[in-house]
């Protein structure tokens, strides 16, 4: 079963024989015009000025590319028994859902122009990458006590902290759409996203992990796959930052996490989003020592991300350089000299 996103591979029983509906051609798999543009109006909806004529023709290009890429991921995840369980799809689609009743949950839905299929062809497609990336690349990783002794040796200054440092991870909302409007999950005004934010909070103080549904629900793309994961934080950093954010988290004990704090537009003084801040540890001013398991957790998990990104970049170079690809889409536009299709 694909993603929404790889919607051609399901068609591609259909037909066998190339033509003018078919985009791209991907070891065999037809992805059609029809797809590109069903992801180009789902991307569009909504959107208050119109695409010029090569503004559309480079989304389709790049719709079309991310279509491509995933077929090559979905192959490659077939062959190796990994693709999502239907039990796994449900699971997540559940926790997606559980903020919404039925009626707003469809209700998005139509907004974005999707399925409930569209939804959980996505969510599979998430959780098959994320099985890849962990078979393919994170279990392959082993950083060393001596990888994480000679970081040390090497950046000691690093670890002579002037001033207290704040680890902390948050859940973010914002009350803006979803400029691509492929996740069902998005808060799309302020209502939207204090309801949705009421609704962690809530979770939360029942006593449901923050890492989890961080994952499932924060809009911060860069940290919601780590849990929400800020980082480190200096207190002067954390000073400068809006004076309810600094207050709240300032009063936090390790473990504790604030109430709902909305996030303010300077552009407009209006409501740009809600976050809910979580003080993971706090370290005192001084010298942090090698021996200290905290800095070595830290090291560790500094190489591991780095060591994943760089790999995760030349394996699917690798799978693209593997892959028999044919973009007919891009060799027309190439013809026409850019003019918009």
Do not use: W
């Amino acid at each position: 079963m694909c993603a929404p996103i790889l919607l051609a591979a399901l068609a591609t029983s259909c037909t066998k024989n190339a033509g003018s509906d078919v985009a791209a051609n991907v070891d065999g798999e037809k992805i059609y015009h029809a797809d590109v543009e069903k992801y180009f109006q789902n991307q569009t909806a909504g959107s208050n000025q119109p695409l010029s004529d090569e503004q559309a023709t480079g989304l389709r290009l790049s719709i079309l590319e991310n279509l491509i890429e995933n077929q090559i991921l979905m192959h490659r995840a077939g062959k190796l028994g990994l693709l999502a369980t239907d039990e796994e799809v449900d699971r997540r689609l559940k926790e997606i859902r559980s903020p919404y009743t039925d009626q707003e949950f469809n209700q998005r839905l139509q907004e974005r122009k999707l399925t409930l299929d569209d939804i959980k062809r996505e969510i599979r497609r998430s959780l098959t990458a994320e099985k890849v990336v962990n078979k393919e690349i994170t279990s392959k990783i082993n950083i060393t006590d001596q990888d994480i002794a000679d970081y040390y040796n090497g950046h000691r200054a690093e670890f002579n902290l002037i001033e207290p440092r704040y680890h902390l991870a948050h859940i973010l909302v914002t009350t803006s759409p979803d400029p691509q409007g492929r996740d069902p999950n998005k808060a799309r005004n302020e209502p939207d996203a204090k309801k949705k934010i009421d609704s962690v909070l809530a979770r939360l103080q029942a006593g449901e992990d923050f890492a989890t549904l961080a994952a499932t629900y924060s809009e911060d793309n860069a940290t919601s796959a780590n849990g929400g994961d800020i980082g480190i934080v200096p207190e002067s950093a954390l000073k400068q930052t809006d004076m309810t954010t600094r207050d709240d988290v300032m009063k936090l004990k390790p473990g504790q996490f604030t109430p709902v704090i909305p996030l303010g537009n300077p552009a407009n003084r209006q409501v740009a989003g809600f976050q809910i801040v979580k003080l993971i540890s706090v370290e005192p001013a001084g010298v942090r020592e090698l021996s200290d398991q905290h800095v070595k957790q830290e090291i560790r998990q500094q190489l591991q991300d780095r060591r994943e990104q760089l790999l995760k970049t030349a394996y699917y170079e690798v799978m693209r350089n593997q892959a028999k690809i044919d973009n007919y889409y891009a060799q027309q536009v190439l013809a026409a000299g850019g003019a918009g299709h």
